[in-house]
């Protein structure tokens, strides 16, 4: 049996517990850079290797190892009788699960069995963020509850994910209007994805305007941004890695949205440096006070070059979401 999770936490938990078989963590970030639907081509990899190095800081011959590693035991799927894929609610895992399943429904599985353990609750857990809060000893009791994955949960991933890596942005709406209840949490998930990109309001992303309207109700340290975004965006799952480029991102001067005052350093792994947040403070700028309030447009007035899956943002965009119609706007 071969278990296919989601993060080191989680494998780690399940080698501790009495779980059967061998572990794999599957270690991507689909909700950020550049993705394809077929991950596998070298000249497709490149572009998504400098993106995060860039961005994360994942340096290029980590990530490269990685991904070899985990594709070569996933190209020998048939010496297992059985695959299990441990996976959550979030936009994080969502896309790691349409992925799986895209690649698997490529595949001829002779007498591999594919099963799927999703969950969005836990008894006893009020804000459910991941499987990563449980116990080995809690998540030994999830054992065997899985559900067998059929064509038709094949089929609804295969479509998310090529619909995820279309430079299309129409395909990224349209996948909400379609069946994807196989896959019970993808929708709330493919949701939130779509209110990440710019806004008709202020050309903001929801990461973006719930964090300066954070900072306009008296939220100002780092750390303290992101668990409040945490709380608030818990469907997205976001790591701290990508919240810290967000926020470093807004804080880019010239036309900052804010302002990070005292001595404070973002992570920067090719240097080998941390973040430092705990001596500092953050305020909104003149400018970052006009988009929340809906007088300027970030976009116009910062430009873009930023990646959502196969969809490419730049400043010439010629459409806003609207996400209170919770359709595109477009403009001339």
């Not at 998540?139 to 295969?158: F, H, M, N, V, Y």
């Amino acid at each position: 049996m071969l278990h296919i999770v989601n993060g080191d936490i989680v494998g780690d938990k399940l080698r501790a517990g009495n779980i059967r078989g061998d572990i794999l963590v599957w270690r991507e970030v689909y909700p950020v850079g550049p993705v394809f639907v077929e991950m596998d081509e070298p000249h497709q990899r490149s572009p998504r290797v400098e993106y995060l190095e860039r961005t994360l800081g994942i340096s290029a011959d980590d990530y490269v190892t990685h991904y070899k590693s985990q594709e070569q035991i996933l190209q020998n799927f048939h010496k297992y009788n059985e695959i299990v894929l441990w996976f959550e609610h979030d936009l994080f895992d969502q896309l790691m699960l349409s992925y799986l399943l895209h690649w698997f429904s490529k595949q001829t599985l002779g007498h591999t069995k594919l099963n799927l353990l999703c969950i969005g609750d836990y008894p006893g857990i009020d804000l459910f963020r991941g499987l990563g809060q449980l116990s080995a000893k809690q998540l030994e009791t999830l054992t065997g509850t899985w559900q067998r994955i059929g064509q038709k949960e094949l089929e609804t991933g295969s479509r998310i994910w090529e619909a995820y890596t279309s430079p299309d942005v129409e395909r990224h709406v349209e996948i909400l209007h379609q069946d994807t209840s196989a896959l019970p949490f993808a929708h709330a998930a493919l949701e939130l994805h779509v209110s990440r990109l710019p806004s008709a309001k202020n050309g903001l992303g929801i990461v973006e305007q719930t964090t300066l309207e954070l900072i306009r109700h008296g939220v100002n340290t780092p750390h303290e941004l992101f668990k409040e975004i945490g709380n608030r965006l818990s469907v997205l799952g976001m790591g701290d890695l990508e919240f810290w480029y967000r926020l470093r991102s807004m804080s880019e001067r010239p036309n900052a949205l804010l302002e990070i005052r005292g001595p404070h350093t973002f992570p920067d792994y090719r240097k080998k440096t941390t973040a430092s947040f705990e001596k500092c403070e953050v305020a909104l700028t003149e400018a970052g006070v006009a988009v929340a309030a809906g007088v300027k447009d970030w976009v116009e007035m910062k430009g873009m070059n930023e990646w959502y899956g196969g969809l490419r943002l730049h400043s010439d965009l010629t459409w806003r979401w609207d996400s209170e119609r919770k359709q595109l706007v477009y403009t001339e």
